[in-house]
């Protein structure tokens, strides 16, 4: 990747011209950040089956899994008829678009908001539009081969269907909407860096990162509803007024314009989109968001404080907060409460922890609400069978799951060697802690908005599916936790997590099913069948907490 990038920076030299920029020292700089990206381990897709070494082969394995998921995305451009191309290529690219927008939030938000260049470069004499324009270039790169491997089958598809031209048409409007992405993210956080004040830009990027890619995940369900059904079947697509705000349909009318020959000022101006757009994103980033960028960037590391104010807040008298008043109350002992009081903590002030664990709620809280919105919903058939309440109130142990695992993973986890070396003789307090702490945190308020949404569906009729729900969701996360080698809070490295993750999906999915089954069962043919089976369900689940709270030494993995 680095050979190829700096052979196309050198076949461009006009384009950086333009940029304003000092070509000489960019592709300096852009040398040395390939170099070291190549030793970079990719956050996205880690080998699930090794730790992490210095050999970073997960990246090729992330490209041969976007590659087969980018085949699914492709299957609709390889049956539709000719006339139903645009629905097709808005599905294509718009899953190319959501899933760069993803990597580049998820995988790259630390390149673009690095601040370790600053302590070497702004020493010299080095402008901040050419550090600027490298990070973006650096990005951009990562971003080209993570979009040939998604879209490869999409541009074989057409270029077999429709000919050789129309799949390097496809290749260019698939590279050029992974710029795209590029200047929308990068634009979000480029403008808060213009109007809010250093102190808090970490934690407000943070959130906007959040809110990004839940309304991005969004975006993706919504797009295929927005199809008429019957464009599958006309002539020609009917375009709208609304179709020229997104940019899926920019790329998929340039691509109807030349297979179909529609030569015509809508599709002309779609594929003027498609061209400018991309290259006037990078000129505003360039050219108008820069120049106060790396100074905005270089203040993230000064401290934020004044000495006279945190010599006040060493003074003043802590008051309790909410986690110490809740753990008083909900915990029974001292370690127990210290394990919730940590959960707690961190949780609230952890980028990393929130930046994985928030955004994969909203993924379910969107997931439920526009598959409910479907008239034919997770149950198919006719038309106006609206989705079961009940799968409705499953779905969130399924993504607290992975928000429980989260609690147990860290950057740091080495510094769990602490645990070992206190006088702790009963672990199993620390655990019940964190589970204490992810039900009231997390899964409590989750719960409570989709049992709202429920409520609004169904009417306060359905009161007892909801409590029943709920008790046989503890039970489930209970049931996980005994699928895997028990983890303190924490105290696990990434390659753990996704290991554990993956073997325990398996196992646990039959579990879920069973007692999904039997709560319909008994909601639909025994009356009453909840309201009885109720008690015994949480008394069930007092028995699990029980024997989870009495894990021994023996029973913990850790990995410091």
């Not at 790169?141 to 000919?163: N, P």
């Not at 020959?261 to 000129?283: C, K, T």
């Not at 404080?305 to 945190?310: D, F, V």
């Amino acid at each position: 990747m680095k050979t190829v990038t700096l052979w196309l920076t050198d076949r461009l030299p006009f384009l950086w011209r333009g940029l304003g920029v000092n070509y000489t020292q960019l592709r300096a700089i852009l040398g040395v950040k390939l170099t070291l990206d190549n030793r970079r381990p990719a956050t996205v897709f880690q080998r699930w089956d090794k730790k992490e070494t210095d050999s970073n082969y997960s990246f090729y394995i992330s490209l041969a899994i976007y590659a087969f998921m980018g085949i699914f995305a492709a299957l609709m451009l390889a049956f539709v008829p000719r006339a139903a191309l645009v629905p097709a290529g808005v599905f294509f690219f718009g899953y190319i678009m959501v899933i760069c927008a993803l990597t580049l939030i998820n995988d790259f938000s630390s390149v673009v908001l690095d601040t370790s260049d600053n302590q070497i470069m702004l020493f010299r004499p080095v402008d901040g539009r050419t550090i600027l324009v490298a990070r973006i270039i650096h990005v951009i790169s990562y971003l080209f081969t993570l979009t040939l491997a998604i879209s490869i089958t999409g541009i074989v598809v057409i270029g077999v269907r429709f000919g050789v031209g129309a799949g390097l048409l496809t290749l260019l409007l698939s590279l050029l909407m992974a710029v795209l992405m590029v200047f929308i993210t990068n634009v979000v956080y480029l403008g808060l860096m213009q109007f809010t004040s250093e102190r808090k830009l970490r934690e407000l990027i943070n959130y906007v990162q959040i809110v990004t890619a839940i309304v991005f995940y969004a975006g993706f369900q919504i797009m295929p509803r927005l199809i008429d059904k019957a464009s599958f079947n006309e002539q020609s697509f009917l375009w709208k007024w609304w179709h020229y705000l997104l940019p899926p349909y920019w790329a998929a009318g340039s691509l109807d314009m030349i297979i179909n020959h529609h030569v015509d000022a809508p599709h002309l101006l779609l594929l003027s989109l498609m061209l400018f757009m991309p290259f006037a994103g990078l000129w505003v980033m360039a050219r108008v968001l820069a120049p106060a960028f790396n100074q905005k960037l270089g203040s993230l590391d000064a401290t934020n404080n004044a000495p006279e104010q945190a010599a006040l807040a060493l003074s003043a008298s802590p008051k309790p907060s909410i986690a110490d008043r809740l753990g008083a109350w909900l915990t029974t002992s001292s370690i127990e409460r210290a394990a919730f009081s940590f959960v707690w903590h961190i949780s609230d002030r952890d980028r990393q922890f929130k930046l994985k664990a928030y955004p994969q709620l909203g993924y379910g809280l969107a997931f439920v609400l526009f598959t409910s919105l479907n008239k034919a919903g997770f149950m198919g058939g006719a038309e106006g069978v609206p989705i079961n309440h009940l799968l409705i109130l499953y779905m969130g142990v399924l993504f607290m799951m992975a928000a429980m695992g989260l609690t147990a993973v860290s950057d740091n986890f080495k510094a769990a060697w602490i645990y070992a070396s206190a006088p702790i003789t009963r672990p199993g307090e620390l655990l019940a802690g964190r589970f204490k702490a992810v039900v009231v945190k997390l899964m409590l308020p989750y719960f409570a908005l989709l049992a709202g949404y429920v409520f609004y569906l169904k009417g306060p009729g359905v009161a007892f599916d909801v409590v029943f729900a709920f008790v046989n969701s503890l039970a489930m996360l209970l049931i996980s936790e005994f699928f895997q080698k028990r983890q303190f809070p924490f105290s696990a490295s990434q390659d753990a997590l996704k290991r554990n993750m993956t073997a325990r999906t398996f196992m646990i999915l039959p579990v879920f099913g069973l007692v999904g089954f039997l709560h319909w069962g008994l909601s639909k043919y025994i009356p009453y069948g909840t309201v009885v089976a109720l008690p015994i369900m949480a008394g069930f689940v007092w028995l699990l907490f029980r024997a989870f709270r009495q894990t021994s030494w023996a029973e913990i993995r850790q990995d410091a």
